[in-house]
């Protein structure tokens, strides 16, 4: 198992940027995909970002440009580097593992861990 613990919300205007961690439990942690998914009030969670084992990344649509995943194996953290924020983004961001046995984040099946999540609040 793993557990996950977000840290970096907050607020921000709009065009400027915030940094989200996630320190990550175990020693497994290279074996294990990573990424972020946001749930804005009134909405279903949706994916944001994920970042595989080896560090190849992907980004949904409405982030990619803005938002960059990254990770640091010998840290156990992940990041999300969030820039040109816009009010859209704002939501509770949370942090998601699954073990590379089980695919990466975006496909069926398998075991996911959550953190419990952080808010971020973009104002206009």
């Known amino acids: 198992q793993v557990q996950l613990v977000e840290s970096g919300g907050g607020l921000a205007q709009a065009g400027g940027s915030l940094r989200l961690s996630c320190a990550a439990s175990?020693?497994?942690?290279?074996?294990?995909?990573m990424g972020w998914f946001r749930q804005a009030p009134g909405k279903e969670r949706e994916f944001v970002a994920r970042?595989?084992?080896?560090?190849?990344?992907y980004y949904a649509d409405s982030v990619k440009g803005r938002f960059t995943i990254s990770r640091d194996n010998a840290k156990n953290t992940v990041y999300l580097q969030m820039n040109s924020l816009e009010p859209e983004d704002t939501a509770v961001y949370y942090c998601?593992?699954?073990?590379?046995?089980?695919?990466?984040?975006?496909?069926?099946?398998?075991?996911?861990?959550w953190g419990k999540g952080t808010l971020v609040t973009v104002s206009s």
């Open positions: 998601a593992a699954k073990s590379v046995l089980d695919g990466t984040l975006l496909d069926p099946g398998g075991v996911y861990y």
């Open positions: 175990g020693r497994t942690f290279s074996r294990y995909n």
């Open positions: 970042i595989r084992s080896a560090g190849s990344a």
